[in-house]
């Protein structure tokens, strides 16, 4: 019998394990969000725990990156948290929910495809909400030391001499 080479691409476990992953925030109980498959748990203070399990999935889905794990977006996110901004914030989320249900999904949170939560975003990217959400996360979540190696960035150099003598005028690829 002839052995075929399995066609590149995911499999089927892959495809199951990762759909099962897609929502990784795990709401517990009131006020308490956390992960079923890592170490972390946050306790909201003014925000219900859909409402930063929501805010988590968003900003994963307006910065996807597979190799940051949701604790750093959920430290990105918790700054929402707060007397102040939480009536916006869950003013935005009404919204957002209110999109998702228009295009037949219980809610936000509960939309199984990327694809479909990337369309409700797109079609709210000029609300004041999403650009201070996304704002937000542009230091939110890369000012994180933790998720620096991710990218390869190795932190500022002042310190250490400057960029010069640390591989900055390593060029491999030309």
Known sequence: M????????????????????????FVVGSGFVAAPNAAWAYETSHLDARALATLVQMARDIYPHDRIPDENYVAAVKG????????????????????????GFSSYLDMGWERDRVDILRGMEESAFFQQIRGGLVTG?????????????????FSQGGYIDRGFDDINWL
């Open 2 to 25: 002839e052995r075929t080479e399995r066609p590149q691409g995911l499999t089927r476990r892959q495809l199951l394990s990762r759909a099962t992953a897609a929502g990784t925030a």
């Open 80 to 103: 929402y948290d707060t007397t102040d901004a939480a009536p916006a914030i869950i003013a935005g989320l009404a919204a957002l929910d209110a999109a998702a249900r228009g295009k």
């Open 141 to 157: 979540l890369y000012n994180q030391k933790a998720v620096w190696p991710i990218f390869g960035y190795e932190g500022e150099s």
